[in-house]
């Protein structure tokens, strides 16, 4: 579980210099508005997922349709 987490957050920078190095918008931005609107743009993405999780998934309707 450990290299899993690790795992997680190694990806999650790697992404993160990806965006800034192929966004030259980001690039001039202060850290403290980078930090406010990937906040907000987590969080969002974070409300929605409990709402997904709870659909119930028919699997043999899915199939046979």
Do not use: C, N
């Amino acid at each position: 579980f450990t290299y899993l987490v690790i795992g997680f957050a190694l990806l999650g920078i790697g992404s993160g210099g990806v965006v800034v190095a192929i966004a030259k918008p980001l690039r001039s931005w202060s850290t403290d508005r980078v930090l406010a609107v990937f906040s907000l743009a987590g969080a969002a993405a974070g409300e929605r997922y409990p709402a997904f999780m709870l659909q119930h998934m028919d699997s043999e309707r899915s199939a046979s349709a």
